[in-house]
């Protein structure tokens, strides 16, 4: 026996489910195809609270990366494994097809600011500039005529842009926003201090052969600079100078999942062998410091003296057992490493996936719900 429903109820129910549907918005999947695979990460939001939604990382073979129609059988399964909702997407080119520079031109009254952005671009770039696709961040918006201005210049070739942006259109998903790294690390970080904050902090993203010295000051980006250092000259040094190969070398600096694991029963010998790693290694990293103590003058002096709080490590080296602890005997600077996910709700649901490499991942699928944008 069934029993019909009141008429007005039925009349209500549409109205009920898209209340409903309302107070809970998707945000977009942030994707970033990295070494160590496709990484996807997913908030919702309801009210003010941003939850993690759903995470991934899959492995990305090399099949994939070339045919749109392997990654998009991929992508599909992976979404309906992990529960992504929609296709809209959030996603960058790999580092090494973006230059990053930073720039400085004289603002002149009646002088159109992109103009001489484009012209001092033109300088410092050997190639016609018409082959790029140019996008650039006031870093010292206020300034009075004839005052220094300051740009973040982040530019890629036109030609790799349009191929990464129609492979992922056949791939079936709906790019919103293509980005530089560093603009979602700077939001992610941006939210996990609150976005009101007003402190100077600095990110350090270390990747295979490049490293992202960051610098923000409240929710400005002010400063970034990429130097040649990286996983690969590290491991480079280690063999070299221990006779090992690369595997070996790898090994000993175990992954940061690993580490958590581990370090609380590690033993002295285990200790003493990282210890030794890092010695050798060190000759290496006071140049990495030398290029972080100019990050940190520069900060001070574009903020009226106020020093840099906090210095946080992503990417491949972070994962690297004793790499906060190493870091932070260099420097007088409070040290750790980026946890994506610390902060959010529902992270527990999602401790598989604490690794430090998601962090761009993690910043790109927070656009549009924050402030930071």
Request: hydrophobic share 40%; proline share 3%; glycine share 6%.
């Amino acid at each position: 026996m069934t029993m019909a429903l009141p008429p007005n109820l039925v009349q209500r129910i549409p109205a009920i489910i898209g209340r409903r549907k309302a107070a809970i918005q998707y945000g977009p999947i942030g994707i970033d195809v990295g070494s160590n695979g496709l990484r996807l990460v997913q908030f919702k939001q309801s009210g003010d609270d941003v939850e993690l939604s759903a995470s991934a990382l899959v492995p990305f073979p090399d099949e994939a990366k070339r045919s749109a129609k392997q990654a998009r059988a991929l992508i599909k399964q992976t979404f309906r494994k992990h529960g992504f909702v929609g296709r809209d997407v959030v996603t960058c080119l790999q580092p090494e097809d973006v230059k990053i520079m930073m720039i400085s031109y004289l603002h002149k009254a009646g002088k159109n600011d992109e103009e001489l952005i484009v012209q001092r671009i033109a300088e410092r770039v050997d190639d016609d500039i018409q082959n790029y696709v140019i996008d650039f961040m006031m870093v010292r918006p206020q300034v009075k005529d004839e005052q220094e201005r300051s740009v973040l210049v982040a530019m890629a070739q036109h030609e790799k842009v349009i191929n990464y942006l129609e492979y992922l259109r056949e791939a079936g998903l709906a790019v919103k926003v293509l980005e530089i790294e560093s603009t979602a690390i700077h939001r992610l970080v941006s939210v996990k201090h609150g976005c009101d904050h007003e402190a100077n902090l600095i990110t350090v993203s270390m990747g295979y052969a490049r490293t992202y010295i960051t610098v923000l000051s409240g929710r400005r980006l002010i400063y970034e600079r990429d130097i040649n250092f990286g996983e690969q000259q590290l491991i480079e040094l280690l063999c070299k100078e221990l006779d090992l190969d690369e595997h070996e070398a790898r090994t000993m600096l175990v992954s940061y999942k690993e580490n958590l694991a581990t370090d609380i029963g590690r033993d002295e010998q285990d200790i003493s062998i990282t210890n030794a790693l890092y010695s050798v290694l060190k000759p290496q990293f006071m140049m990495l410091m030398e290029d972080i103590n100019r990050a940190l003058v520069y900060a001070a002096s574009e903020t009226r003296g106020m020093p840099v709080e906090h210095i946080y490590l992503t990417n491949l080296v972070a994962t690297w057992r004793g790499i906060e602890n190493f870091i932070d005997s260099l420097i007088d600077v409070p040290v750790s490493v980026l946890l994506p996910f610390e902060g959010f709700s529902n992270k527990e649901a999602f401790q598989s996936d604490i690794d430090p490499r998601g962090a761009v991942a993690t910043g790109m699928a927070l656009h549009g719900l924050t402030e930071v944008g």
